[in-house]
């Protein structure tokens, strides 16, 4: 039966009951939503816009990161009949303020970063669940309505008064659904095999290619969208091996990074000049025999990922070869908001290379003489918003003039050239298209990016490179003179710029920003200026609260700006957001000046090794999990007894809590661990992952190379015996705490609570040290309650030098759980857990 409207998907979510539909990562953890939920939270939402009386063809502002909750929403409106308007979550609040007036939105559904913009008539996302509950979840009646009506209205990003919004219907949206799921429907009964197929999705839901594979086409097939913010290579790498995730659905920028970080790491290994060997042999190649070469690449991915999707921009050449080589399959599509996002799309397993793929069923299209793409077909929008007035979108006979130069082959599949706006016209009337030109830069060694501007020259133009070069000390002349001679002779790049920054800025969607590029090469090139404030700079302005003007090359990090250890955290992380790399901590935490992290940047090492830490996860499987269960009734529990019967108040109240929480205690001694773990109620400490320090451990579990032969068995059986058997796992003072806090999100969320002790050291005195910084940042990013615990008297036991003490002489005491405040900063969190720890 042929459907009007999307809201008929969520009978397939019915359907699918408990399977996971939806992951997304919260701080150190992954929510997962099934199915069901998301299909009920979508009814509870319908039924909270007909309780605020908005209804068919009334706005919904949603604006947040990718998220279940979002998804839930955005199918809410659709049951009602009203018109989401996707903010993307990047976007100015001055942009948002103007889209909200201009489409007379009467409810905005924003995260809680965006909530305070339109406070009187928002609802937080975040939220959204405890709101909702008060409503049914049982299946709600659609409004009446017909492929024709509104389902949303998407404004592309731009600084005019009147944004332009693109008014995309369910039919749109059906009508490039269905070839698809036409398409999908001949590979089900093979899909079995492998299902569940999971998707890492980080194209926002606010773009219309984001909304295909992160909500239309993945519950075709039953499968698992994955979301989170972080683009950085490390962090995906990480996320598609640990979720055994399929296929990424990316941006070609993350590809290009991806690809860079593979080689560096090789780099580092030595492996480089082996790797490039083997993969000029693997040219031609079977897919197997190239998946088994490269097999070690493969295994850095976990062996059930097996493709890529690319969209939001052409994917070069080489970075297509690269991943096609190494024996992934590379899929990329075309498509623009105008044409709800698909026009042509590979085959997953009919590629063409270096195309766009093969026009969609149900859509035309035609080269006009100058080369534009025109299109038409039900996918094709035939109205946009300017200002508070709809326009037709399309021209004569529907044809929609995408503005960008395409070629056809005889067999069908589409090449893209270049935006028709971009092309540059020299002074001997030749249209130069930049793509060309940037496919030729990137093949040189030397460079690790470039964009292709037009260089107004005597009324015509010419075109510029501006290049990122891997290493600054190499000629640019040079380079761009051999890229030259593989390049036409009205192609060839007479003017070159090379860009200050490890990266140009970029949209949401990774495009590079070339008016913005533009407008700075420009400057510079031609007439004086300024100096302009490195973003480097402002970058680490935000973060210690300096002005641009104090922060010079020779300031250093922690005297001259008084950057904190939390500090340090938040610019590591917002840089290596920033530029798209992966940071060593170890080398982080030795940069002392700003021209030490500029140098850093550029390449350079601190001469500090790296300290591998080791986070084993047997620990938390069976038969582990038995052993260590009955070690602690045969051996723990009755020494903890021995050692002084403790005291144990405030048990209840944990008589409610189901777990998992992060608990927080005093550190006096060793011992501690045994004391909390026999404080806790049993469900809580049979799952008890400790965090203990990393250094020490490390030591044990890798001495150093001149220790005894038996010394070092020694050590590892100690090692080993010990996170068998207490489940403890490193955590590092100097360094390397990122992936600790990273393992105990991971545990929390295969049901373990977690006992940090913030001081950090055992105490001197017997008071309380200050709470490290960190366990603000922890408490924060794993969302989950937070038990105080106190330990009294084992210091006056250990001050007077005994062993053992009598009955009740030592104190565990217990509070109730704290829940953080998510708006919270960490230092404030730190101190709040000290007070209450203090106050017990």
């Known amino acids: 039966m042929q459907q009007s409207s999307i809201a008929g998907f969520l009978d397939n979510f019915l359907a699918r009951g408990q399977e996971c539909a939806y992951a997304q990562r919260t701080g150190y953890r992954f929510t997962r939503w099934s199915y069901k939920k998301t299909a009920e939270c979508a009814f509870q939402f319908a039924r909270e816009l007909e309780a605020r009386g908005i209804g068919k063809g009334d706005r919904v502002l949603l604006w947040g990161p990718n998220s279940a909750e979002w998804v839930a929403a955005f199918f809410g409106c659709a049951l009602r009949g009203a018109v989401a308007v996707p903010m993307d979550d990047a976007a100015s609040e001055d942009f948002a303020h103007r889209v909200y007036a201009q489409t007379n939105v009467k409810l905005a559904v924003c995260s809680r970063e965006h909530g305070?913009?339109?406070?009187?008539?928002?609802?937080?996302?975040?939220?959204?669940?405890?709101?909702?509950?008060?409503?049914?979840?049982?299946?709600?009646?659609?409004?009446?309505?017909?492929?024709?009506?509104?389902?949303?209205?998407?404004?592309?990003?731009?600084?005019?008064?009147?944004?332009?919004?693109?008014?995309?219907?369910?039919?749109?949206?059906?009508?490039?659904?269905?070839?698809?799921?036409?398409?999908?429907?001949?590979?089900?009964?093979?899909?079995?095999?492998?299902?569940?197929?999971?998707?890492?999705?980080?194209?926002?839901?606010?773009?219309?290619?984001?909304?295909?594979?992160?909500?239309?086409?993945?519950?075709?097939?039953?499968?698992?969208?994955?979301?989170?913010?972080?683009?950085?290579?490390?962090?995906?790498?990480?996320?598609?091996?640990?979720?055994?995730?399929?296929?990424?659905?990316?941006?070609?920028?993350?590809?290009?990074?991806?690809?860079?970080?593979?080689?560096?790491?090789?780099?580092?290994?030595?492996?480089?000049?082996?790797?490039?060997?083997?993969?000029?042999?693997?040219?031609?190649?079977?897919?197997?025999?190239?998946?088994?070469?490269?097999?070690?690449?493969?295994?850095?991915?976990?062996?059930?990922?097996?493709?890529?999707?690319?969209?939001?921009?052409?994917?070069?050449?080489?970075?297509?070869?690269?991943?096609?080589r190494l024996g992934f399959a590379v899929v990329q599509g075309y498509g623009l908001t105008e044409t709800t996002s698909l026009i042509s799309v590979n085959h997953p397993f009919k590629l063409g290379k270096g195309s766009i793929g093969k026009v969609l069923a149900g859509r035309e299209v035609k080269l006009a003489p100058d080369g534009e793409i025109l299109v038409r077909g039900g996918g094709v929008t035939s109205t946009v918003m300017k200002g508070t007035e709809f326009h037709a979108a399309t021209g004569v006979e529907g044809w929609f003039h995408t503005g960008d130069i395409g070629e056809l082959d005889e067999a069908g599949n589409l090449?893209?050239?270049?935006?028709?706006?971009?092309?540059?016209?020299?002074?001997?009337?030749?249209?130069?298209?930049?793509?060309?030109?940037?496919?030729?830069?990137?093949?040189?060694?030397?460079?690790?990016?470039?964009?292709?501007?037009?260089?107004?020259?005597?009324?015509?133009?010419?075109?510029?490179?501006?290049?990122?070069?891997?290493?600054?000390?190499?000629?640019?002349?040079?380079?761009?003179?051999?890229?030259?001679?593989?390049?036409?002779?009205?192609?060839?790049?007479?003017?070159?710029?090379?860009?200050?920054?490890?990266?140009?800025?970029?949209?949401?969607?990774?495009?590079?920003?070339?008016?913005?590029?533009?407008?700075?090469?420009?400057?510079?090139?031609?007439?004086?200026?300024?100096?302009?404030?490195?973003?480097?700079?402002?970058?680490?302005?935000?973060?210690?609260?300096?002005?641009?003007?104090?922060?010079?090359?020779?300031?250093?990090?922690?005297?001259?700006?008084?950057?904190?250890?939390?500090?340090?955290?938040?610019?590591?992380?917002?840089?290596?957001?920033?530029?798209?790399?992966?940071?060593?901590?170890?080398?982080?935490?030795?940069?002392?000046?700003?021209?030490?992290?500029?140098?850093?940047?550029?390449?350079?090492?601190?001469?500090?090794?790296?300290?591998?830490?080791?986070?084993?996860?047997?620990?938390?499987?069976?038969?582990?999990?038995?052993?260590?269960?009955?070690?602690?009734?045969?051996?723990m529990r009755p020494a903890m007894f021995a050692l002084g019967w403790p005291k144990v108040e405030g048990r209840e109240f944990l008589e409610n809590v189901r777990g998992p929480v992060l608990v927080v205690c005093n550190h006096i001694d060793d011992v501690d661990v045994g004391f909390v773990q026999t404080a806790l109620p049993a469900r809580l400490g049979h799952k008890l992952a400790t965090a203990a320090g990393g250094e020490a451990l490390e030591i044990l579990r890798t001495p150093k190379p001149r220790t005894n032969i038996f010394r070092k068995i020694f050590s590892r059986v100690e090692w080993a015996m010990g996170v068998a058997l207490l489940n403890i796992f490193p955590l590092p003072r100097a360094a390397g705490f990122r992936e600790s806090f990273a393992y105990a999100g991971k545990s929390v969320d295969r049901g373990y609570s977690v006992l940090v002790f913030p001081e950090g050291h055992h105490t001197t005195d017997g008071k309380l040290r200050p709470f490290q910084a960190g366990i603000g940042i922890l408490a924060k990013s794993l969302a989950i309650p937070v038990v105080p615990v106190r330990i009294d008297g084992l210091f006056e036991v250990k001050k007077r030098g005994k062993r053992f003490a009598k009955p009740y002489e030592i104190h565990v005491k217990i509070g109730g759980p704290i829940q953080i405040d998510p708006g919270m900063e960490p230092q404030e969190i730190a101190l709040l857990l000290q007070r209450h720890v203090e106050n017990l």
């Open 415 to 635: 090449y893209f050239k270049g935006r028709k706006k971009e092309v540059i016209v020299t002074s001997a009337g030749m249209n130069v298209y930049p793509e060309d030109i940037e496919a030729v830069l990137r093949k040189q060694p030397e460079v690790k990016d470039c964009v292709v501007i037009p260089f107004q020259d005597g009324g015509n133009a010419e075109p510029c490179a501006v290049l990122i070069l891997r290493d600054l000390g190499k000629d640019a002349g040079s380079i761009v003179q051999n890229a030259n001679a593989l390049l036409a002779e009205y192609q060839r790049v007479r003017k070159w710029f090379v860009w200050p920054e490890e990266d140009f800025p970029r949209t949401s969607t990774q495009k590079a920003k070339r008016a913005e590029i533009a407008k700075v090469v420009l400057n510079e090139l031609t007439g004086p200026h300024g100096a302009a404030a490195s973003p480097l700079a402002e970058l680490i302005g935000r973060v210690s609260k300096h002005t641009v003007g104090d922060i010079s090359p020779d300031a250093n990090l922690d005297s001259d700006l008084n950057l904190s250890s939390l500090d340090r955290v938040e610019l590591m992380s917002a840089l290596e957001d920033r530029y798209q790399v992966d940071l060593s901590e170890t080398n982080f935490s030795a940069v002392n000046t700003v021209g030490d992290l500029e140098r850093m940047l550029r390449g350079g090492t601190a001469a500090v090794p790296r300290v591998h830490y080791h986070y084993p996860e047997w620990v938390q499987r069976w038969p582990t999990t038995w052993l260590r269960l009955l070690a602690h009734y045969l051996l």
């Open 116 to 324: 305070k913009t339109f406070s009187s008539t928002s609802m937080l996302l975040e939220e959204l669940p405890e709101i909702l509950s008060r409503h049914s979840a049982e299946p709600y009646a659609s409004a009446t309505l017909t492929p024709e009506d509104p389902l949303e209205i998407i404004f592309t990003s731009g600084t005019t008064a009147e944004p332009k919004g693109v008014v995309i219907t369910h039919g749109n949206v059906l009508s490039n659904i269905t070839p698809l799921e036409a398409e999908i429907r001949k590979y089900l009964k093979y899909e079995r095999f492998v299902h569940p197929i999971r998707f890492l999705n980080l194209l926002p839901l606010s773009h219309v290619f984001g909304q295909f594979l992160g909500i239309f086409l993945p519950q075709l097939m039953g499968g698992t969208v994955f979301f989170q913010e972080s683009f950085k290579p490390s962090e995906i790498l990480g996320t598609i091996k640990q979720e055994r995730v399929s296929v990424l659905v990316s941006v070609p920028r993350v590809l290009q990074s991806l690809k860079e970080k593979i080689q560096r790491d090789l780099e580092d290994d030595g492996e480089l000049p082996r790797f490039l060997r083997k993969f000029g042999r693997a040219e031609g190649k079977h897919f197997l025999q190239r998946w088994w070469i490269f097999r070690r690449i493969h295994r850095l991915f976990g062996w059930k990922f097996w493709a890529f999707i690319s969209g939001g921009a052409a994917l070069d050449s080489t970075t297509e070869q690269f991943w096609g």
